[in-house]
């Protein structure tokens, strides 16, 4: 199976800041990579399909890219709501996999 | 405005069989998209269970495939979750959740909590 590897785990910032999580596949994924927001004992919220794509109703600040077998999310300017866990998601061929996660918490 | 919604006993013995529900309003489960399954045990991450695709394939993890089953009720417009031979490995929160036919899931449950222990 298609293993995913997300750096970093954990990553302190300030709102206001820049910030990228990077996620890397071990095969090709043809851009079926997709981003969630995760915060505690909520679901997990889509926010980038198709590596690129922002789920209507999501910030622009939002946004995903793709790079060979790695894929990007930035959030270009972070607000206190922001303050969450991300994971990446693929899947290829309809069997999909999580990267491990990145905590993303106030500095 | 689609809603899912899990239910099923929150505690399970060890050795037994974990039957979740999850109840579809707001979109009918014959008109297309694949239905699957995601835990998230006590402090990890997500994982992904598997898929029960519109096509009526269904598609599994392949550290779990020889122990679970999704499963539509057509008529209940609901899908189920079985996982046997459960053990404390398989406490978690399960979700169940809908794709957007790209390759995310676009609406989830609430989630639900199993705990594994006699």
């Known amino acids: 199976d298609n293993q995913m590897t997300q750096s970093p785990s954990t990553l302190s910032a300030s709102v206001g800041d820049r910030v990228t999580i990077t996620c890397r596949a071990t095969q090709s994924l043809s851009s079926w990579l997709a981003w969630y927001q995760h915060k505690p004992g909520k679901a997990p919220k889509l926010l980038i399909y198709?590596?690129?794509s922002l789920e209507s109703g999501v910030p622009s600040r939002f946004s995903g890219s793709a790079s060979g077998t790695e894929f990007t999310l930035t959030i270009s300017s972070l607000q206190t709501d922001d303050f969450a866990t991300y994971y990446c998601q693929q899947c290829k061929s309809e069997l999909c996999t999580f990267g491990q996660g990145t905590k993303l918490d106030i500095k | 405005q689609v809603q899912l919604q899990e239910s099923g006993p929150g505690l399970v013995k060890p050795s037994e069989t974990l039957s979740l529900t999850c109840a579809v309003s707001?979109?009918?489960?014959?008109?297309?998209?694949?239905w699957g399954w995601i835990r998230q045990p006590p402090g990890k991450g997500l994982e992904w269970i598997g898929n029960?695709?519109?096509?009526?394939?269904?598609y599994y993890s392949p550290s779990l495939e020889f122990r679970v089953t999704i499963s539509l009720d057509r008529s209940k417009n609901q899908f189920s979750l079985k996982l046997t031979s459960v053990t404390a490995a398989d406490t978690a929160v399960y979700y169940c959740a809908r794709s957007n036919g790209l390759g995310g899931y676009v609406y989830w449950g609430q989630g639900t909590l199993v705990t594994v222990s006699s």
């Open positions: 707001g979109y009918s489960i014959n008109s297309g998209y694949s």
């Open positions: 029960f695709h519109h096509s009526g394939t269904t």
């Open positions: 198709k590596a690129s």
